[in-house]
C-alpha cells in the first residue's frame, strides 16, 4: 500500500477477510491492520469486510470495529455451535505442589494419557515449561513414545518438520506453546492436555478446540494444576469452558505510534492533503476519538521529529508544498519504511547453533554448525562459558558467542541450568479472576475440588478466614525477624507487581521500613522491619489509606519516572514510530544502520521535553500492558470498603505458596547499586577467606 | 487515566558526584572519578571529560534519523554539574568533544553560549581526536595533540607510552557488567592497569564497548574497572567483570 501503483491495483477490489478476528483487534498489529482498511475503503469503496471468528464474548465490540465509524455494525451471522468439549481436570494420585509452575509431578500421569491416545498435544504457558516439560517426558519415556517440541524460539526448520511429521501421524505428542494455538490443523489430534492453568476461558476453548476438529465430535481434553490455586483456576475454566464463556478481550485503540508509521506509509504512496488523511483515519474505528491536534503533532513528528527545538526543519522527511500537500522529501525515506513495516518489535534475539570444538596448534578452537533456534540476547549474554542450559529438548553446555550468535556443544547427562528466558507469560483474565474468587467464597462448592484442596481452604478458615466475593483479604503476621503483609486481589501478576511497587512507597513514608515484595498471579506479599499488626492496630496506618485509589496519581507518577519499564515501551514506540531503524541481523557490523541506545534518547527526551508525543505514546503502552493500571484501578475501585484484616500470630494456609516465591523471584525493582555493592562485597568476603 | 509529565528539576540525564572512596592512582597521582564519567585531579586542580560527541543527534537528523535535538544540551548541563562538585582550575576536553566537522555549524545558539561560558571561565585545553582532528577554534581555549600534567600525558587515542610516563585516553568507551542474583549490570567505566586510564564516554548520546571486547584485550592484560553506578563508583578487578 505504499507503493503509488497501490491505488490501481486496489481499485476493484470488493471483499476483505479478517480471519482469527478476535486475536488480532488486541494489538498493535489490528491498530494498524484497521488503518491499512480505511485506506483501502477510499481506494476500493464497493469493498465488503468479513470477520471470522470462533471464540469471542463480546460480539458487538468486533461488529463496531470491522466497519467505518459512525456506521451500522456489521450484521453477525452466527455459526451451528459444536459438540460440548469434554473437559477433565487430573485429579492426581500425587501431592498438588504448593507453589512452582513446574508440575513435575504429573508426568506419569501425563504420560499415561498420551499412551492411551492417538495423538496428544500437550500445551504450556511458556517456553521454559515447555522445555521442562519435554525434558521430563522424555525420561519417563519407557516405550520409546515418537515425542515432540514445539515452541516459538526453535529454528523454523525444526518446526515444519515436526509439523510435517504431526501431519504424516508419525508422532504420539507434541508438547507446544501457543505457537499451535491457531491456524492449520496438522494431524488427527484426539487429546489435549493443558500443563498449568489456561490463564483465561477463551484460550482453554481454542486450544481444546485442537483436538477432534470437527464440529459434530466432542474435543476431549485434561488440565493438568500446577499448583494449588490454580486447582481453582482450572475449576473455573472448566465450568466457563462447559457454558461457553468468554473472555471479554478489548480491542487496543489509538495508538499514536502505530499512526506515524501509517502517515509515513500514506506518504510514501504519494503526495497527501492533511485533512483528507484525517477524515480517513478517523473512519477507522480504533482513531475514531482522534483529535485534529494530536493528529497534526503526529504528522509534525513523522516531518520533523516534532520538538519545540525546531531544529531538523533542512533534514524534514515530510515536505508541505504550496499547494498544501504533504510529499515525501527524498526517495530513500521510501527504502526506510519498507525496511521498517509493521509492529512487532522482537527482543533482541542471537542464533543458538552446535559448535565443534577442536585442538588446533595447542590452541582450542570453536567454530559454530548448525542452528537450533534463537535466544534472548539478555539470557545469553549472562551466561559464562562452561554453563549449560536447556534448549530446544537437549542440556547444552555454552561455548561463548562469534559474531553469527551463541555457540553450544550437547551436554547429555548434565544437570541444566533451567532457561529462565521469558516469552508467552499471560496474566489470569478478569472473567476467570472473578469466577476463582466466586468458588473461593462459597465452601458449598468446594466439594467439587480434590480433597487436599478443600483441606487447605478448610484449614484457612479455621486459621484465618476465606473472604466473600466482594471483599479483600489482608493477613499480617510475623516471621523469623520480620513481618509479613499478604493480600489477595487476584488480578494478576502484572497489576499486582504495580501495586507492590506502589504499597512500598506508601509503607515506607508511613515508617514501616519495608524490605521487598513478591507478586504472583493471585496475591502479594510484602515484608518490612516494624511490626505491622501493631502498627495497625494502633491505628498509625490505615489499610483503608493505604489502598486508596490515589495512589495512582503522585506515587505511580513518581514510581515511573524512575523505573525501567517505561525504557522498554519506550523502545518499542520509538521502533514503531521509526524514530530509530529496526537492527537487521548481520547488519549492525557494516555500520550502515544508525542507531542511538533508545534508554539514552528517553533520559535526554524526558528532561528536555516530557510532553513528547513519542513518551505519551510509551506512556499509554506502560499503563495498558507492564503496569497494567487499567486492572489495578478496577481492583482499588471494588475493594474500596471491602478490606478485612486479620493479624495472625503465624502465616496462613493460603499465605503459603506465595511466601514460597519469595526468593525463587529475582528481586525487583532498580536496586542496581545494591546488587553492585553486593558483588563487590562478595569479592571481599573470598579474599578475606581463611582457608 | 491521563498522561501527566512531570519535568525533572535539572536537566541533567545522569547523577553526579565525585567518589571518595574509590580514588584512582596513576603515576603517584590521585584522581577523583565523578559518577558522570568527568574525573578529577585535585593536585592539578584540573577536570577531564572524554568523548563529549557534541551535536551527534543532529549528526543523525541529517540521515533522516530524527533523534531527539537535546543531547548537546544535556551533554552540557552534565558539564556544569561536574564543574560544580569539582570546582576546576583547568578543564580538559579528551577529544571526539565535537561529533563531525559540521557540529560547530549545527549547534544551536543557546547551547554555543552555554559552551562559550563554560570555556571562558577556565583553562580550557580541547585535545583533538578522530572526529573532530582540527577542533573549532572560536569556541575559546587552546588546541592540543596531547596535553602533559606531571608524569601523565593526556591524549585521546591511547598508545604507546613513553618510558616513566603514564598515560590518560579516551576513544573507546569502556563499559562493564557484572552479573547478580541474576540481573546483568552494564555500566559505563573507567578501565586501567598501573599505567594507562582509558576513560569512559561523556555525551549523552554515547555507546559505550565492553572491557572484555578486542581493543581492551590488546591495550591491558590484568586491569580495574571502576563502574559508574547511580549512586556510587563500584570497583572491580578484571575477573569479576565482562
Known amino acids: ?691 | 487515566m491521563l498522561f501527566s509529565p512531570k519535568p525533572r528539576t535539572n536537566s541533567s540525564t545522569r547523577p553526579c558526584g565525585l567518589s571518595r572512596s574509590h580514588k584512582i592512582t596513576l603515576g603517584g597521582v590521585e584522581m577523583l572519578p565523578d559518577l558522570s564519567g568527568a574525573l578529577f585531579i585535585p593536585e592539578f586542580r584540573t577536570l577531564i571529560v572524554a568523548d563529549l560527541h557534541l551535536e551527534k543527534g543532529s549528526s543523525l537528523a541529517r540521515r533522516g534519523v530524527h533523534v531527539p535535538p537535546y543531547d548537546t544540551r544535556a551533554s552540557l548541563a552534565q558539564l556544569a554539574l561536574a564543574i560544580a562538585e569539582s570546582l576546576p582550575h583547568h578543564l580538559v576536553f579528551l577529544g571526539d568533544s565535537f561529533h563531525d566537522g559540521e557540529a560547530r555549524a549545527r549547534i544551536d545558539a543557546a547551547d554555543l553560549a552555554e559552551l562559550r561560558r563554560i570555556v571562558a571561565a577556565h583553562d580550557t585545553v580541547w585535545i583533538s581526536g578522530n572526529h573532530d582532528p582540527e577542533p573549532p577554534a572560536d569556541v575559546g581555549g587552546r588546541i592540543a595533540e596531547t596535553l602533559i600534567l606531571g608524569p601523565l600525558a593526556l591524549r585521546h587515542l591511547p598508545g604507546e607510552i613513553p618510558a616513566g610516563m603514564c598515560e590518560i585516553a579516551g576513544h573507546l568507551h569502556p563499559a562493564a557488567s557484572v552479573v547478580q542474583r541474576g540481573h546483568r549490570i552494564r555500566c559505563r567505566c573507567f578501565i586501567g592497569d598501573g599505567r594507562r586510564l582509558v576513560m569512559p564516554a561523556f555525551g549523552s548520546y554515547t555507546g559505550a564497548l565492553s572491557v572484555s571486547a578486542e581493543p581492551f584485550q590488546a591495550l591491558f592484560r590484568d586491569y580495574h574497572v571502576w563502574m559508574l553506578g547511580g549512586k556510587a563508583v563500584h570497583k572491580f578487578p578484571a575477573k569479576a567483570v565482562r
Open chain 1, 1 to 691: 500500500m505504499a507503493d503509488p501503483a497501490a491505488a490501481h491495483l486496489l481499485r476493484k477490489l470488493h471483499t476483505l477477510i479478517l480471519d482469527e478476528l478476535h486475536a488480532l483487534v488486541t494489538s498493535k498489529r489490528g491498530v494498524l491492520l484497521s488503518l491499512a482498511m480505511s485506506r483501502i475503503a477510499t481506494l476500493a469503496p464497493e469493498m465488503r469486510r468479513i470477520g471470522l471468528s470462533a471464540t469471542v464474548a463480546d460480539a458487538d465490540a468486533l461488529r463496531a470495529w470491522l466497519v467505518p465509524s459512525r456506521n451500522t455494525p456489521a450484521t453477525l451471522v452466527m455459526g451451528k455451535a459444536g459438540a460440548a468439549p469434554n473437559i477433565r481436570i487430573l485429579d492426581s494420585v500425587e501431592r498438588v505442589p504448593w507453589s512452582g509452575h513446574s508440575s513435575l509431578y504429573s508426568i506419569p500421569e501425563v504420560y499415561g494419557a498420551i499412551k492411551s491416545a492417538k495423538l496428544t498435544l500437550v500445551f504450556v504457558n511458556t517456553r521454559s515449561q515447555a522445555e521442562m516439560t519435554f525434558q521430563s517426558l522424555w525420561e519417563a519415556n519407557e516405550d520409546h513414545l515418537p515425542i515432540a517440541l514445539h515452541h516459538g524460539s526453535l529454528d523454523v526448520a525444526q518446526r515444519r518438520k515436526v509439523e510435517a511429521a504431526m501431519s504424516e501421524g508419525k508422532l504420539r505428542a507434541v508438547v507446544c506453546t501457543s505457537t499451535l494455538d491457531l491456524g492449520i490443523d496438522w494431524g488427527d489430534v484426539d487429546l489435549v492436555i493443558h500443563v498449568g492453568a489456561p490463564k483465561g476461558s477463551s484460550r482453554l476453548l481454542q486450544r481444546i478446540g485442537r483436538s477432534n476438529h470437527r464440529l459434530d465430535v466432542p474435543s476431549e481434553a485434561m488440565l493438568v494444576p500446577s499448583n494449588r490455586f490454580e486447582v481453582l483456576e482450572c475449576v473455573a475454566a472448566l465450568e466457563a469452558a462447559r457454558v461457553n464463556a468468554q473472555d471479554t478481550e478489548y480491542p487496543a485503540v489509538h495508538k499514536l505510534d502505530v499512526l506515524a508509521q501509517h502517515v509515513l506509509g500514506r506518504a510514501c504512496a504519494g503526495p497527501f492533503a492533511a485533512h483528507q488523511l484525517f477524515a480517513e483515519v478517523t473512519s477507522a474505528w480504533t482513531y475514531r476519538n482522534l483529535s485534529r491536534e494530536d493528529f497534526d503533532k503526529v504528522i509534525d513528528y513523522v516531518a520533523t521529529g516534532g520538538y519545540a527545538l525546531r531544529a531538523y526543519e533542512r533534514y524534514a522527511k515530510l515536505k508541505l508544498t504550496p499547494d498544501g500537500m504533504w510529499r515525501i522529501a527524498h526517495p530513500r525515506f521510501v527504502q526506510q519504511y519498507k525496511l521498517n513495516i509493521g509492529t512487532i518489535v522482537a527482543e533482541e534475539m542471537l542464533k543458538v547453533r552446535i559448535a565443534s570444538v577442536r585442538k588446533r596448534l595447542g590452541k582450542r578452537v570453536v567454530t559454530g554448525g548448525r542452528v537450533l533456534g534463537e535466544l534472548e540476547e539478555w539470557f545469553l549474554s549472562q551466561l559464562a562459558i562452561g554453563e549449560t542450559f536447556l534448549f530446544s529438548g537437549e542440556v547444552l553446555r555454552f561455548e561463548g558467542l562469534d559474531e553469527f550468535g551463541a555457540l553450544a556443544i550437547r551436554a547429555p547427562g548434565r544437570d541444566p541450568m533451567i532457561p529462565s528466558y521469558q516469552g508467552g507469560k499471560f496474566p489470569l483474565s478478569t472473567y476467570l479472576a472473578g469466577r476463582v474468587r466466586a468458588i473461593l467464597a462459597d465452601p458449598s462448592s468446594w466439594k467439587r475440588l480434590p480433597p487436599q484442596v478443600r483441606d487447605w481452604l478448610s484449614a484457612q478458615r479455621w486459621k484465618s478466614l476465606v473472604p466473600k466475593a466482594n471483599q479483600m483479604l489482608i493477613e499480617t503476621f510475623p516471621r523469623a525477624d520480620k513481618h509479613y503483609l499478604v493480600c489477595y486481589p487476584f488480578e494478576g501478576r502484572l497489576s499486582h507487581q504495580t501495586l507492590g511497587m506502589l504499597l512500598t512507597r506508601r509503607l515506607e513514608r508511613a515508617g514501616a521500613q519495608p524490605m521487598g515484595f513478591v507478586a504472583s498471579e493471585y496475591a502479594l506479599v510484602i515484608w518490612a522491619l516494624r511490626d505491622l499488626s501493631l502498627m495497625i492496630e494502633s491505628g498509625r496506618l490505615s489499610l483503608a489509606r493505604l489502598f486508596d485509589e490515589d495512589m495512582l496519581g503522585d506515587d505511580l507518577d513518581a514510581w515511573l519516572a524512575e523505573s525501567n519499564l517505561m525504557k522498554r515501551t519506550f523502545r518499542n514506540a520509538a521502533i514503531i514510530a521509526g524514530l530509530i531503524e529496526k537492527r537487521w541481523p548481520g547488519k549492525e557490523k557494516t555500520g550502515r544502520q544508525v542507531t542511538v541506545n533508545t534508554d539514552l534518547i528517553y533520559d535526554v527526551l524526558r528532561s528536555h521535553q516530557p510532553d513528547h508525543i513519542l513518551l505519551r505514546a510509551a506512556w499509554e503502552d506502560a499503563a495498558d500492558g507492564l503496569i497494567d493500571v487499567h486492572r489495578l484501578g478496577g481492583l482499588l475501585k471494588r475493594i474500596k470498603g471491602q478490606l478485612v484484616h486479620r493479624a495472625l500470630e503465624m502465616v496462613s494456609p493460603m499465605a503459603v505458596p506465595v511466601l514460597l516465591e519469595i526468593g525463587r523471584e529475582s528481586i525487583y525493582g532498580e536496586a542496581h547499586d545494591a546488587l553492585l555493592a553486593e558483588a563487590a562485597d562478595q569479592l571481599i568476603d573470598e579474599a578475606m577467606r581463611l582457608v
